[in-house]
């Protein structure tokens, strides 16, 4: 299973007769099962626009984004339901990813029974449990009926994540899934995402602005600038040797702890 | 970025109970459930019974109450024991009219509102949710049937049509769902950019449903509000147009008793002071029920971040 | 201008010579409503002492009671009345927990300067920038139009603004999250203040810009030798830039001490777990680790034993 953006272009109209804007210009990448992809860059990047555009919330301007060699734009009923399913989204909480007014098991379950995982209350109820399990919220069923207010921000991260599983994807898109949490809280939910790899198999395109975490999580990083990928490559080296000045700016930024005794 | 919302949030590191599986985070404090805070509050306590009497009386007063329409008794007697609100100029037991128009107008008041709501969480849903096209659209209907003079559409509907309940109704209708339409399509455009709606598209959600699952409900705090005191101008209106005589003579509201007590001012005085107390104290309830379904739905009030 | 500047020296001559702080809370209770008749205590029994020229860092999780603190120390917690405050909150030897609200705008128009986490809230967006740092210049140096533009623009250049006339002239939407960061720096420090009270002052920003606003506080403060606390979640922003750390959890100070003894040596459980837990972000050779829920219900049930 293979999606990927071919040389994507994104621009929307200018104000009132102005330019137009290009958040997106001319950027290409690769997402698979079982690889964790990075997608870095500040505000003003173009990254959220890259990652809306694989999730087809935009359409492109130009290029394709594709799910192994076919366009996704032409999708149509049935395969775009299951183009949907396996390519998730986990949005940037915080208390916004949420409908305030919807519990765990109605928000989780109501996916579940969209994309025919499973049917009838107990059943689905069943599914909800074992994606909450998943990732890390257990018993479970202390959780099923609560309302997102009710929950602490690193657990609705989890409920996003959940909902995102339950359907058995291939790939995650996850915008900032962890960037406003605390650290012990990050920690946790980005163990969570980095097991599910391995448990589930599933691949994420992990759009951040936070360059230290992605050192720890990604297996291949894009940094973008300015709605263009000015650098990529395999974790180690894009850290060890980074070849673009912009990379470099980023990586010097990131304000870091000296290292234990 | 952490907020200081969150700060309220310290009993979050008392975990309730000694579930060993319970997370690190425990349960956040919950509000206390909206229609508590509502039913707690004095000024509901006062208005909400007293809008449910008038309500209980208009539906099965007719029951308990003589003819409205039978003439055969005295005319213009004041209040006493055999006729509690008195006779009018043609004999008829007062109460029983009263009660009666009770039924007109609480009918039109909630009818008329209800069908504000209706029309208005469709019109600007849709517009608010779609934007674009659709938006404009709605958004040029809208306001072509706010300035519709409703006045003079109420008299010539009435020289044309006749003037009964149903055309009222209509009438006050079609002149009075834009403004609940704003309301609904301010918040509709709000909500549709949040995450969750986004989300909801992700995950596969088609328009419509996000519309009737995620968009709508949300929006439904203010439009509540809105309604409830939709109710209350919508007797008033009813009230006034049939003060100018457009309404149906056989089933008199309110308003239709206070513009026939016009002429007896001076002798009657009960002719005019009862259906006006009842117009008065039921938009009074209904607006304060209003404001306070309006403190009770925003939480904010009193909250400290 | 250089007069007032000069009675301020003075006093911080006197001041260190009478070793009393600028700041010495003691004690610090805060009580919040949490509904209608529920309260929680954000902070017990908080104890934090600034002495002139130094600099605090004050670092927890959200919920710690951190940014409470901050608030109280600033009286800008909310006046409700079920919002109750215990506690010496003493500065520069006056005690100001229970003073009027004229004493609080007092002291914060001369003495603390603030910068908070959203420039939007903080800035009133119908006026110019430089308008908004000309009403923190001291009383002195306001006199003449032409001295308080000068003004103006010096502090805005001190804060990192290289443009600093042009900046002058916007509105704060017409500015970047960076900018407008730097400019509430401008406006705390145009009042010459004793003490520097930042909460989250870089959060919401991109880290390139992060680091380049906490150099401008960092280098600023050295020049003006201003008194600072520092509060954020972020520990390796605090460390950065303090001589003494306070460890908040749950409402209170777990540790405290030098910020390179903390973080070398923690001698909390809490901080322990903290500080693994923030070097298992970066540190390719660590695990990634979260601070586990028993290790925070038995912390919790400790503070619970503690309390009166």
Redesign the interface.
């Known amino acids: 299973m293979l999606l990927e953006a071919l040389s994507v272009t994104k621009s929307f109209r200018g104000r009132r007769g102005g330019a137009p804007v290009v958040a997106v210009s001319n950027a290409s990448l690769r997402a698979e099962p079982g690889r964790f992809v990075a997608i870095v860059g500040?505000?003003g990047s173009g990254k959220s626009t890259l990652a809306r555009m694989l999730?087809d919330?935009v359409p492109v301007t130009d290029g394709t984004v594709e799910l192994d060699g076919h366009d996704i734009a032409q999708l149509r009923g049935g395969e775009?339901?299951a183009y949907?399913?396996r390519v998730?989204?986990v949005?940037?909480?915080?208390?916004?990813?949420?409908?305030?007014?919807k519990r765990v098991e109605q928000a989780i379950g109501?996916?579940v029974r969209?994309?025919r995982i499973a049917s009838g209350r107990s059943a689905v109820r069943a599914k909800v449990i074992e994606a909450l399990e998943l990732v890390?919220?257990?018993?479970a069923d202390?959780f099923l009926d609560?309302?997102p207010?009710?929950?602490?921000?690193?657990?609705r991260q989890r409920v996003?994540i959940a909902?995102a599983i339950a359907l058995g994807p291939d790939i995650i898109v996850a915008d900032e899934a962890v960037s406003?949490l605390?650290?012990?809280?990050?920690?946790?939910v980005?163990?969570v995402m980095?097991d599910l790899t391995e448990t589930i198999g599933v691949g994420y395109v992990f759009i951040t602005?936070?360059?230290?975490?992605v050192?720890?999580?990604a297996d291949y990083v894009y940094v973008m600038k300015s709605g263009e990928i000015v650098e990529e490559g395999p974790k180690h080296r894009l850290f060890a040797d980074p070849q673009h000045p912009y990379t470099r700016?980023?990586l010097?930024?990131?304000?870091?702890?000296?290292?234990?005794? | 970025m952490t907020t200081t919302d969150e700060a309220i949030v310290i009993g979050a590191s008392q975990p309730t109970g000694t579930d060993p599986g319970a997370p690190t985070e425990g349960r956040v404090a919950s509000r206390r459930p909206t229609w508590k805070v509502f039913l707690g509050k004095p000024s509901t306590l006062i208005f909400l019974p007293l809008l449910l009497l008038f309500v209980l009386v208009s539906v099965i007063g007719p029951f308990f109450v003589g003819s409205p329409s039978a003439t055969g008794n005295p005319p213009l007697l004041p209040p006493s024991g055999q006729f509690p609100l008195g006779t009018d100029d043609l004999g008829r037991d007062y109460l029983a009219r009263v009660v009666y128009g009770g039924q007109i107008s609480l009918l039109v008041g909630f009818t008329v509102a209800l069908l504000c709501m209706t029309i208005g969480v469709v019109v600007g849903g849709l517009a608010g949710y779609y934007g674009g096209f659709m938006d404009t659209a709605l958004v040029k209907v809208a306001e072509f049937f706010q300035v519709l003079p409703g006045l003079i559409l109420a008299l010539v509907a009435a020289a044309l049509l006749g003037s009964n309940v149903l055309i009222i109704v209509v009438i006050l209708a079609i002149t009075m769902w834009p403004s609940c339409a704003r309301i609904v399509r301010a918040e509709a455009m709000r909500i549709s950019k949040l995450g969750y709606v986004e989300s909801a598209k992700a995950a596969g959600f088609g328009g419509i449903r996000i519309l009737w699952s995620d968009v709508i409900p949300n929006a439904m705090p203010p439009v509540l509000v809105a309604t409830s005191m939709t109710v209350g101008r919508a007797i008033l209106v009813e009230s006034g147009l049939a003060y100018l005589g457009i309404g149906d003579t056989n089933r008199p509201s309110w308003g239709a008793l206070l513009n026939s007590a016009q002429a007896y001012m001076q002798q009657a005085w009960w002719l005019a002071l009862f259906p006006g107390m009842c117009i008065f104290l039921v938009v009074l309830a209904v607006n304060i029920l209003g404001d306070g379904l309006n403190d009770a739905l925003n939480p904010t009030i009193g909250r400290v971040k | 201008m250089a007069a007032v500047a000069n009675g301020r020296a003075a006093e911080r001559e006197s001041r260190a010579a009478g070793r009393e702080p600028i700041l010495r809370v003691e004690h610090l209770r805060v009580h919040l409503p949490t509904g209608d008749r529920t309260e929680v205590e954000a902070v017990s029994d908080v104890s934090i002492t600034v002495h002139d020229g130094e600099r605090v860092g004050i670092v927890g999780e959200s919920g710690s009671g951190k940014s409470i603190t901050g608030r109280a120390i600033s009286g800008l917690l909310p006046t409700s009345p079920r919002v109750r405050v215990e506690g010496a909150i003493h500065f520069s030897g006056r005690e100001m927990n229970g003073a009027s609200a004229d004493a609080w705008a007092e002291v914060r128009a001369r003495r603390i300067g603030m910068i908070f986490q959203d420039p939007l809230t903080f800035l009133n967006p119908t006026m110019k920038v430089g308008a908004q740092v000309a009403e923190s210049l001291e009383p002195q140096s306001r006199r003449g139009r032409a001295a308080r533009v000068s003004e103006v623009a010096r502090f805005l250049r001190l804060a990192g603004l290289d443009d600093a006339e042009q900046v002058a002239m916007r509105f704060p939407h017409e500015l970047s999250g960076g900018m407008r960061q730097r400019v509430l720096i401008a406006i705390a420090i145009a009042k010459l203040p004793d003490l520097i009270i930042a909460d989250e002052p870089t959060t919401a920003l991109d880290a390139t810009v992060q680091a380049r606003v906490l150099r401008t506080l960092d280098e600023t403060v050295s020049q003006l030798g201003n008194s600072l606390i520092l509060i954020s979640h972020d520990i390796a922003v605090v460390a950065g830039m303090t001589d003494r750390i306070y460890v908040m959890y749950n409402g209170r100070v777990v540790e405290e001490g030098l910020t390179a003894e903390v973080l070398a040596r923690p001698r909390h459980r809490y901080t322990q777990a903290l500080l693994r837990s923030v070097r298992s972000l970066s540190d390719e050779h660590l695990e990634l680790y979260s601070i586990p829920w028993e290790l925070r219900r038995e912390l919790s049930k400790e503070a619970a034993s503690h309390a009166p």
């Open positions: 500040e505000s999730l919330l775009r339901r949907r399913r998730q989204a949005l940037q909480d915080p208390a916004g990813s949420l409908n305030p007014r109501e996916v969209l994309h890390g919220m257990e018993p202390r609560r309302f207010h009710e929950l602490s921000g690193g657990q996003l909902r406003a605390d650290a012990s809280v990050k920690a946790g980005l163990k980095a602005h936070d360059l230290p975490v050192r720890k999580v700016t980023l010097a930024a990131a304000p870091e702890l000296a290292p234990a005794d």
